[in-house]
């Protein structure tokens, strides 16, 4: 689509992930929340906990693009070892940053802040906080690399307080057009528009109901009047072999 | 864990996940089903429907591991570039399987098998059909290579079909328990008992509901007794601190 618009990626860090326990979705969140933004999340890893494999994805991708956001790894338990790994990323040190040790401390009782919650305030060096409604401890930014909680309620939050940080691209404009149409039937039509409108990406999408099956066909770019025109087209053609489309844009 | 149990990795294709339309299922029906075999799923990458991102990815991830897993693009139309992508990571020619056409060719009727349908009988040389009972449309392998359909009704048949191909490792025992705990109260003594049982991995998972929060505790290890006698010393740290604790074995 537009080269010049900010590129992303993200890295999923846990066992609980991989291991099939949980269901990750902050991932779905983070795009959604990148899109709004004009920035184009363009790749995703997700890694166990392990310091060497978080590493080798973090450094990986932080060169390749504008920003890198990780989940995961940041509470207080022996698990948890997104802090060290990054500073081990960045060959920096790390450290109880002391704003974070006062927004921590002040959410437990005397004598209830014990060592273990203190090394949520551990930092690398020369990050700044990432500070959010839910929870005291923070998540920090690293040159472009984004470290966030892994609870989504907490990551959810925390993305509240990166936005304003982030330069913005254009805004993607979506157009979705459903109907009930097995893809097979339209591909060949479908290719010849997207010859014809190439600074749109054109994606189809099936799907099986209780209802009956159809297809989803998204036109995704940048310049409104192009994915408008697209749509027009992928919905003239519907019409015109008898499918009645909806549509739905953004 | 286990050195020597069998490996995976999976990459998810596809500009819908990475956009933040879809909501990805298939990594973790893929880590839950793999898991049963004693088989590790190690990492997962995410990546658009740009071929040599996906050759990347692919070839990366099949020499590091006993398995490779793929899901999404090998439908009929102009986005469902896998295939080629694969065919080009191996280094290999595509055409047209038999077999393939006449799965395919059978679901349609005289003159409803077109051009573009065919394109879902494009096989790289040298890999054998995944077959599945939902739609005609085989996914393949190719060495250790195994390629799916996106829509998670389809790539679920397709495991079934691929489940008895895979050489399987010792299971994974899983206990987990759950108390009404805040995760940093515990965590001293869980890294003491993560110290002492080197044989097990302990993850901590901190919850949140509207009637309160907790944390759980989750053991796993391919040795049975050591993850149980893990998971009594956890428990037992959790009653002496007046918690009461929960446990479920699998």
Redesign the interface.
């Known amino acids: 689509m537009n080269p010049a618009a900010p590129t992303a990626a993200?890295v999923v860090i846990?066992?609980?992930?991989?291991?099939?326990?949980?269901?990750?979705?902050n991932?779905?969140?983070?795009?959604?929340f990148?899109?709004t933004l004009g920035i184009?999340?363009?790749?995703?890893?997700?890694?166990?906990?392990v310091a060497a494999?978080i590493v080798a994805a973090v450094n990986t991708l932080r060169v390749k693009h504008d920003y890198v956001f990780t989940t995961g790894g940041i509470?207080?338990?022996?698990?948890?070892i997104t802090a060290d790994a990054i500073a081990n990323a960045f060959n920096v040190s790390i450290d109880y940053h002391p704003d974070a040790l006062e927004l921590i401390g002040a959410r437990y009782k005397p004598g209830?802040f014990?060592?273990?919650?203190k090394?949520?305030a551990r930092i690398p060096e020369g990050a700044t906080l990432i500070r959010n409604s839910v929870s005291a401890a923070p998540g920090f930014q690293i040159e472009n690399v984004f470290v966030m909680a892994g609870?989504p309620?907490i990551m959810r939050a925390m993305l509240e307080d990166i936005g304003p940080r982030l330069k913005r691209g254009r805004p993607?404009h979506?157009s979705t057009i459903t109907a009930p149409v097995a893809?097979?039937?339209i591909?060949?039509a479908?290719?010849s528009i997207?010859d014809a409108y190439r600074s749109v990406?054109?994606?189809?999408?099936?799907?099986?109901r209780e209802d009956g099956f159809g297809t989803q066909l998204?036109v995704?770019g940048r310049d409104a009047i192009e994915v408008a025109a697209a749509a027009d087209v992928i919905e003239k053609a519907l019409c015109a072999e008898g499918f009645k489309p909806t549509r739905e844009n953004r």
């Open positions: 993200m846990g066992d609980e992930i991989l291991s099939g326990r949980t269901q990750d979705t991932l779905n969140y983070v795009a959604r990148l899109a184009d999340l363009k790749e995703a890893r997700m890694v166990p906990d494999e509470g207080p338990t022996h698990d948890d209830e014990n060592e273990m919650r090394r949520m609870v309620m993607v979506t893809e097979g039937r591909a060949a479908l290719a997207q990406a054109i994606g189809s999408y099936p799907f099986y998204v995704r």
